[in-house]
C-alpha cells in the first residue's frame, strides 16, 4: 500500500511539474512573440513615414542588427537592404507578405528556419509611389527556449522528485500507521478513519458468526465424542491421505493406541497387511470388509470411503465384536455336520424295517402302511442329509465348477421339474424377461430357482401364481420370484433365511419341508456375490429378488 501511495505521488507530481512547464512556457512565449510583433509593426510606421520623407538617403544611414529593412519595387525589384547589396538579390514579388502589401497595403508573413529552432517575422506596408517597405526580425521558436531552459528543468524536476519521494513517505506512512494499529478482534473499539467504519462493522459481524458457528462446531464435536465415546464398536476416521482424524475408546482399546495417534499416518497404529490392503480396496471400491481375530477375539472390521461432492475426502473404519457370533456360526456349522452323520442312523433303522418286509416279517394288512412310512421317511432324511451337507461345502467355502449359463434356461427345467407339483395345487408358474447370462456354478443357481419356487408352491394359495422374472442390464442380473401365497409376517422376515427356521412349523411338517431352502439360498447367492431382497405382506404374497453383478464368482 505504500508503494501504491509514493507512485501515486511521484505520477501526481510529474504530470503537474509537465503541465505546468507547457503552460507556462506556452503563455510566456506567446505574451513576449505579442509585444515583439507590436513593435515590429510601430517600427515599420515609423520607417515608413521617415522613408516617405527621405526615401533613400534615410535608409542608407540606418545601421540596426536588430531589424533588417528592405525596400522594394512593384514590379519585386529590391531597390534596398540594410543588411545586403539590392543588386544581388532576386525578385521579391513573389513573398507573401510582398503580394499581400502590393494588394492590400499591409501584409505580414512567418518563415521558419529548416531546423524550426529559429523562425522570421516579416511586416510589410506598401508607400504611396506603390514600392513596399519591409521589415523582419529573427526570433527563438519554442523549442529553443526549452532547449535554453533545459538545465533549469532538470534541475527542478529532480528536486521535485526528490521532494515528493520524502513526502511521499511521510504521507504514506501516517496513513498506513492506522491501518497497521486496527484492533480486528474489536472492530468496533477503533477510532481510525471513517471511510473505514462499514468495513471494520462487517469485520464485527463476520466476528460474531464465526464466533457462533465455533460454539456449535465444538458442541457438536462433544457431541460426537461423547456418542462414539459410548460405542461399543471401534470408530476410527481418516482424511484422504491416511491420517487419523479421530479415534475412539473401543477402537484404542483393539489396535492399542492412544490419542496421541490423531494427526499421525494409520499406518503408526497398525501396520498388518490385512488392514491395509482392505483399506486401499475401500478406496479403490467404495466398501470392504474383513475379519481379524485378535487377542483371542474376533472382529470384523468394515471399511468405507467418505466422499463429498464427488471428491474421496477419507475413509470410516468400524471394528465389530463378532467372537460370539463368529463362535455360534462354528457351533452351527460343527452341528449341521454332526447331524448329517446323526440322520444316518435312522435312515438304516429305515432300511433296516424294509429288510423285515422283505423277509415276510411284516403283517399283509400293515405292509402298505409301513411301506408308504418307509418311502416317506427315507426321502425326507435323504433330502435333510443333502441339503445339510451342502450348506456345509458352502460354509467351508469349497470351490465348485464355474461355467456359463443362462439362468432363463435353468429357469426353464426348473419349471419343468415343479410342474406337476404346481399342477396338484392348481397353481400356473410363468417366466418372463430373457438372457441372464453369466459365470457361474450351475449346480448352486438350479438350486437358487429351485428352491425359491418350490417354497412359492408349497405355501402358495390353490389357484394361485408363481411368477419368474429375469432381468439382464449392463451392470448385474435381476431374478424375482413372487407368489399370491400366504406371505411372511413381518416379525420372520429377517429370520426366514436361518437354519431350520420355521415360520409355521405345523405347515411346514405338513408340507415336508427341512427349513434348510432358504438358507442354502442365501449362502449360494453370497457365493456368487449376490444380493437377496425379500418383499412380503402377510395373506398377500412374497417377492424374492435377488440382483448378481456381472463379475466372476468366486
Avoid at 269 to 281: E, P, Y
Avoid at 293 to 300: F, I, L, N, S, T
Avoid at 311 to 320: K, P
Avoid at 391 to 416: H, M, N, W
Wanted: hydrophobic share 40%; charged share 25%; net charge negative.
Amino acid at each position: 500500500m505504500s508503494q501504491k501511495i509514493l507512485n501515486s505521488i511521484l505520477l501526481v507530481a510529474a504530470v503537474v511539474l509537465l503541465a505546468s512547464v507547457v503552460i507556462i512556457m506556452g503563455c510566456l512565449y506567446g505574451y513576449f512573440d505579442g509585444v515583439q510583433e507590436a513593435e515590429l509593426k510601430d517600427e515599420l510606421s515609423l520607417a515608413t513615414v521617415a522613408t516617405e520623407q527621405g526615401g533613400m538617403e534615410y535608409l542608407s544611414q540606418l545601421s540596426s542588427d536588430g531589424y533588417r529593412i528592405t525596400w522594394i519595387d512593384s514590379d519585386g525589384t529590391v531597390l534596398y537592404d540594410t543588411q545586403a547589396d539590392a543588386s544581388t538579390m532576386e525578385n521579391h514579388a513573389d513573398r507573401d507578405e510582398i503580394k499581400e502589401a502590393l494588394k492590400t497595403g499591409y501584409g505580414s508573413s512567418v518563415r521558419y528556419s529548416a531546423t524550426l529552432l529559429e523562425k522570421t517575422q516579416y511586416e510589410a506596408r506598401r508607400l504611396s509611389d506603390g514600392t513596399v517597405l519591409r521589415i523582419s526580425v529573427d526570433r527563438a521558436t519554442t523549442a529553443t527556449l526549452v532547449l535554453g531552459m533545459l538545465q533549469p528543468i532538470i534541475i527542478v524536476v529532480i528536486l521535485a522528485v526528490i521532494l515528493s519521494v520524502i513526502l511521499a513517505k511521510k504521507m504514506a506512512r501516517k496513513i498506513v500507521e492506522p491501518l497497521n494499529e486496527l484492533d480486528l478482534d474489536h472492530p468496533l473499539e477503533n477510532d481510525a478513519y471513517e471511510e473505514l467504519s462499514p468495513l471494520l462493522g462487517r469485520i464485527n459481524q463476520q466476528h460474531y458468526r464465526i464466533s457462533s458457528q465455533v460454539r456449535a462446531l465444538k458442541r457438536k464435536t462433544d457431541e460426537f465424542e461423547q456418542i462414539t465415546g459410548s460405542m461399543r464398536e471401534g470408530l476410527v476416521l481418516l482424511d484422504s491421505k491416511g491420517k487419523v482424524i479421530s479415534i475412539n475408546p473401543a477402537a484404542m482399546e483393539i489396535f492399542g493406541a492412544d490419542k496421541s495417534c490423531i494427526g499421525e499416518d494409520f499406518l503408526t497404529v497398525d501396520r498388518t497387511h490385512d488392514i491395509t490392503s482392505a483399506i486401499r480396496s475401500a478406496i479403490e471400491n467404495g466398501h470392504s470388509e474383513i475379519r481379524v481375530e485378535r487377542a483371542g477375539m474376533e472382529y470384523q472390521f468394515d471399511f468405507s470411503e467418505i466422499k463429498s461432492e464427488g471428491v474421496m475426502v477419507g475413509t470410516v473404519i468400524l471394528a465389530f465384536n463378532v467372537t460370539e457370533q463368529a463362535f455360534a456360526e462354528r457351533n452351527r456349522r460343527e452341528f449341521t455336520a454332526n447331524v448329517s452323520h446323526e440322520l444316518k442312523t435312522p435312515l438304516q433303522s429305515i432300511i433296516s424295517s424294509a429288510e423285515l418286509i422283505e423277509n415276510g416279517l411284516v403283517k399283509q394288512e400293515d405292509m402298505p402302511r409301513f411301506i408308504g412310512y418307509i418311502r416317506t421317511e427315507a426321502t425326507r432324511l435323504v433330502s435333510l442329509i443333502e441339503d445339510i451337507i451342502r450348506l456345509s461345502q458352502l460354509d467351508e467355502g469349497s470351490q465348485l465348477p464355474q461355467e456359463d449359463v443362462c439362468l432363463f434356461d435353468i429357469a426353464t427345467e426348473v419349471i419343468s421339474a415343479l410342474k406337476n407339483r404346481a399342477d396338484s395345487k392348481n397353481i400356473k408358474l410363468s417366466l418372463s424377461g430373457d438372457g441372464g447370462n453369466m459365470n457361474g456354478a450351475k449346480g448352486l443357481l438350479y438350486e437358487i430357482i429351485y428352491n425359491l419356487c418350490d417354497n412359492a408352491i408349497k405355501y402358495n394359495n390353490p389357484g394361485g401364481t408363481v411368477s419368474i422374472s429375469i432381468a439382464d442390464t449392463e451392470r448385474d442380473i435381476s431374478l424375482s420370484v413372487k407368489d399370491t401365497g400366504i406371505g411372511i409376517a413381518p416379525e420372520h422376515q429377517s429370520r426366514v433365511f436361518e437354519r431350520f427356521y420355521r415360520v409355521d412349523k405345523s405347515h411346514s411338517k405338513q408340507s415336508g419341508g427341512t427349513g434348510l431352502g432358504l438358507s442354502i439360498v442365501k449362502h449360494a447367492v453370497a457365493y456368487h456375490n449376490g444380493k437377496i431382497h425379500l418383499t412380503s405382506e402377510a395373506g398377500k404374497g412374497t417377492e424374492i429378488t435377488i440382483t448378481f453383478p456381472k463379475t466372476k464368482s468366486k
